[in-house]
């Protein structure tokens, strides 16, 4: 008998969680400001939450642009000295009339086999 009663007041009150009438209107229009102050601020939260994330996140990109740009800066200053040596070492080679070319390939390494 007690078991009965128990189960139908739980299901009384799943099925007024289900239908909505666990919390009243009277309390909402009583505690409007409190519960309207509270929707707000989590809404707020949410969304700061929201900005500081998608901050961090440009951050972090701009941060790996900045690398790659370093890189890439890097790369085309070793390039522009490797041109202006070669530049510097060819100008005293004919200034000294020595009759020597840079030539357009490397050298090739030649092995003999031993067969």
């Given at each position: 008998?007690?078991l009965?009663q128990?189960?139908?007041?739980?299901?009384n009150?799943v099925r007024?969680?289900m239908?909505?009438?666990?919390?009243?209107s009277k309390f909402?229009k009583?505690h409007f400001?409190?519960?309207?102050?509270t929707v707000?601020?989590c809404?707020?939260?949410?969304a700061?939450?929201?900005?500081?994330?998608?901050?961090?996140?440009?951050?972090?990109?701009?941060?790996?642009?900045?690398?790659v740009?370093?890189?890439e800066?890097?790369?085309?200053?070793?390039?522009y000295?490797t041109?202006?040596r070669e530049?510097?070492?060819m100008h005293?080679?004919?200034s000294?009339?020595?009759?020597?070319t840079?030539p357009?390939a490397r050298?090739q390494?030649?092995?003999?086999d031993?067969?």
């Amino acid at each position: 008998m007690k078991l009965k009663q128990a189960l139908r007041k739980a299901g009384n009150g799943v099925r007024t969680l289900m239908q909505g009438d666990a919390v009243s209107s009277k309390f909402f229009k009583r505690h409007f400001f409190a519960t309207s102050f509270t929707v707000i601020a989590c809404v707020a939260f949410i969304a700061a939450r929201f900005e500081c994330a998608t901050d961090q996140n440009t951050i972090h990109s701009l941060k790996n642009q900045i690398n790659v740009m370093s890189t890439e800066k890097q790369k085309e200053r070793s390039l522009y000295m490797t041109l202006t040596r070669e530049s510097a070492m060819m100008h005293l080679v004919d200034s000294l009339n020595l009759g020597l070319t840079i030539p357009e390939a490397r050298p090739q390494v030649l092995a003999l086999d031993q067969d």
